[in-house]
T-cell receptor
């Protein structure tokens, strides 16, 4: 079946602009995660959605970051007023039980 | 908080040979999962192997096997008969087995870049 998909694959933006990153999880997976992968910090957890429960936002680095998940499926990660330190690869993963299956990521470059 | 340490930033192996990647972790929990993920240049994180902490038997998936030492908090990955397609960044990851909130998040090591020489 289809895996996790993310769009866009690459995004270049100017400092101060807002960006939206999209994740389509594997059908039927109730859990969805966002991670950030950067050279300096490695792989960091950002946010976790489980079914209809309130998301766990404990990993979001600032209030410029937000995410939503509509209908228990597609998720959008929004970064407002982007900064150069936001440049990274943003990975989405979905899960049914223990294993998390990752998408190919979105490489965000903030100029 | 849990931590995962991969002490080998880079490793290389000759094609058809065996290589072992090291991983140690720190946790106060007794029940958890450990994973090895592979990330080739395409960026796609691919699950290689999984180990449940309550299982004493080491997990094996074809040419990939682990040496899980719970008391020592060590979780190494052995790749046998290395192939050119095994070249990638390998990440060791920890996940709590306890339910609730960000317990389900993965905590990753910094990764080991594996080069396979023909």
């Amino acid at each position: 079946g289809a895996g996790v998909s993310q769009s866009p694959s690459n995004k270049v933006t100017e400092k101060g602009k807002d960006v939206e990153l999209r994740c389509d999880p594997i059908s039927g997976h109730t859990a969805l995660y966002w991670y950030r992968q950067s050279l300096g910090q490695g792989l960091e957890f950002l946010i976790y959605f489980q079914g209809n429960s309130a998301p766990d936002k404990s990993g979001l680095p600032s209030d410029r970051f937000s995410a939503e998940r509509t209908g228990g499926s597609v998720s959008t990660l929004t970064i407002q007023r982007t900064q150069q330190e936001d440049s990274a690869v943003y990975l989405c993963a979905s899960a049914w039980v223990a294993e998390q299956f990752f998408g190919p990521g979105t490489r965000l470059t903030v100029l | 908080a849990q931590t995962v340490t991969q002490s080998q930033p880079e490793m290389s192996v000759q094609e058809a040979e065996t290589v072992t990647l090291s991983c140690t972790y720190d946790t106060s929990e007794s029940d958890y999962y450990l994973f090895w993920y592979k990330q080739p240049p395409s960026r796609q994180m691919i699950l290689v192997i999984r180990q449940e902490a309550y299982k004493q038997q080491n997990a094996t998936e074809n040419r990939f096997s682990v040496n899980f030492q719970k008391a020592a908090k060590s979780f190494s990955l052995k790749i046998s008969d290395s192939q050119l397609g095994d070249a990638a960044m390998y990440f060791c990851a920890y996940r709590s087995a306890w339910s609730g909130g960000s317990n389900y998040k993965l905590t990753f090591g910094k990764g080991t870049l594996l080069t396979v020489n023909p």
